[in-house]
């Protein structure tokens, strides 16, 4: 078993920056490829960026790319999505996944999951 819990969710002014993490214990984050994924009130979750094992391949959904950045410490078992000129439409619960199938990444078929982190940005 493997828990999850993200941190760093908060207000934020458009153009402004946050930085989630998502702590994991139980077992090593390092046999786990990690997406972030987001669901804004009344839409589906979505997939916003994700990282493979050692951190050498990512993803990131088009609506996010140059403005976010994930990345990952195994050493402390931790992996982190920084959100930079965030926009009122980022507005949403921010989750963590863990997934044993990089393959699978881009699907909603994780393994665990975090209870998510509100991210609200105002304009």
């Known amino acids: 078993q493997v828990q999850l819990v993200e941190s760093g969710g908060g207000w934020v002014q458009a153009g402004g920056s946050l930085r989630l993490s998502c702590a994991a214990s139980g077992r090593t984050l390092s046999s786990y490829a990690n997406g972030w994924f987001r669901q804004a009130p009344g839409k589906e979750r979505e997939l916003v960026a994700a990282i493979s094992w050692a951190g050498r391949s990512t993803y990131y959904t088009a609506s996010v790319k140059g403005r976010f950045t994930v990345s990952r410490d195994n050493a402390k078992n931790t992996v982190y999505l920084q959100m930079d000129s965030l926009k009122p439409e980022d507005t949403a619960v921010y989750y963590c996944?863990?997934?044993?199938?990089?393959?699978?990444?881009?699907?909603?078929?994780?393994?665990?999951w975090g209870q998510g982190t509100q991210v609200t940005v105002s304009s």
């Open positions: 996944a863990a997934s044993t199938s990089w393959a699978k990444i881009t699907t909603n078929n994780y393994d665990y």
